[in-house]
């Protein structure tokens, strides 16, 4: 009887402990974090795969052999938002879309959650430049953090805003 | 034999006119704005709630796409560079609608789900005098995330531009 009471609960606090480790694994995010950069750092193509630090007050992305820096103190504006988005994507996404009997749409509904992470700067001469990446959920806010620390600006504070691409239900438009 | 003549007149009368109204119209159609180059200052969302990404986005696929539209100078908001031009434009943008959209429901629906975006870009001169006016919106009805509706307004935006604009170069 109390072996089955010890089993009962170690199995209760294992599935306990799945639950909250990767909550605070993604939190964490002390080193280079797995992003894709989908916009706006110059000499990095759209929708380029690397990972993201804050390293001596810059904001370092580094994709392949090449690397950009931006400096944390040009940034005017930092902002987090939760997004989410196909768990099956790319060519195959798009192909699944022409599977029979709407298999493709049954794979649509399928979603994975991420974070999205949209730094504002100004480059030498002034120009204003936007820059948005995607990366695991939890991990925006800790770079926002970083950055907010070593001399970025934000507008918005608090806790990352649900984004509104990720919606699933269709908000009303808003009109001026 | 009259009648014949008379129709065949009728006819060539018709074709003239037929073939004359597009000449007609391509000279009625107003000359194009002298823009040596071109600013582009942040879009404006102050009454609407536009996500961060959003605005972003909307900024920086408008600047290159009226880059890739023959633009060779475009400078971004702020840039002290273009206060020495001459014959500079200023393109403000202000968003006017906005509907989120939702790109699960467009997978799994088709017919709903769309994202659109609405955008006031306001030409003028350095002075704040208006050059050009227009609404331009970007939708994204079917394949694609919620931003690509983005892409769909920078285009339409530089094709505006490039209707009314001529730059050295590309008259």
Redesign the interface.
């Known amino acids: 009887m109390t072996s089955r009471t010890t089993t009962v609960l170690v199995g209760v606090a294992s599935l306990f402990a799945g639950l909250v480790i990767p909550v605070a694994n993604a939190q964490r995010a002390s080193g280079p974090v797995k992003v894709v950069q989908?916009?706006?750092l110059v000499g990095v193509k759209d929708n380029a795969k690397g990972t993201l630090s804050v390293e001596n007050g810059q904001l370092h992305f580094v994709h392949g052999k090449a690397s950009s820096d931006v400096s944390a103190s040009s940034m005017q504006?930092v902002?987090t938002?939760a997004d989410?988005?196909?768990a099956v994507g790319g060519t195959i996404g798009?192909m699944s879309?022409a599977a029979p009997y709407g298999g493709?749409?049954v794979l649509?509904?399928f979603?994975t959650k991420i974070d999205?992470l949209?730094v504002?700067y100004?480059?030498a001469?002034?120009?204003?430049?936007?820059?948005?990446f995607t990366m695991p959920v939890g991990t925006a806010e800790v770079i926002k953090k970083e950055l907010v620390a070593h001399g970025a600006h934000t507008t918005?504070s608090g806790e990352p805003?649900p984004?509104?691409?990720s919606?699933?239900?269709?908000?009303?438009?808003?009109?001026? | 034999m009259n009648r014949i003549l008379s129709a065949g007149f009728r006819l060539s009368v018709f074709t003239l006119i037929f073939a004359a109204s597009p000449l007609l119209a391509q000279k009625s159609k107003p000359a194009k704005i002298k823009a040596a180059a071109l600013q582009v200052e942040?879009i404006q969302s102050d009454?609407?709630?536009l996500?961060?990404?959003?605005?972003?986005?909307l900024?920086?696929?408008l600047i290159r796409q009226l880059e890739e539209n023959g633009f060779s100078r475009v400078?971004?908001?702020?840039?002290?560079?273009a206060a020495s031009v001459a014959d500079l434009v200023v393109l403000h943008s202000t968003?006017?609608?906005?509907?989120?959209?939702?790109?699960?429901?467009r997978?799994?629906t088709t017919v709903?789900?769309?994202?659109?975006i609405?955008v006031r870009c306001q030409f003028t001169s350095p002075d704040g005098t208006s050059l050009l006016e227009q609404d331009v919106n970007g939708k994204v009805r079917f394949?694609g995330?919620?931003?690509k509706a983005t892409y769909d307004f920078a285009k339409k935006a530089a094709h505006v531009a490039n209707q009314n604009f001529s730059t050295p170069g590309r008259e």
């Open positions: 989908l916009t706006g504006d902002a938002a989410s988005q196909r798009l879309m493709g749409r649509s509904l979603r999205t949209t504002q100004r480059d001469d002034g120009g204003l430049h936007g820059a948005i918005a805003t984004a509104a691409s919606s699933s239900s269709p908000n009303k438009e808003q009109k001026q | 942040m009454e609407i709630k996500p961060a990404e959003f605005q972003v986005a900024y920086e696929n400078y971004r908001d702020g840039d002290r560079n968003v006017r609608g906005f509907k989120a959209g939702s790109e699960r429901a997978q799994v709903s789900g769309t994202t659109s609405t394949f995330g919620n931003l």
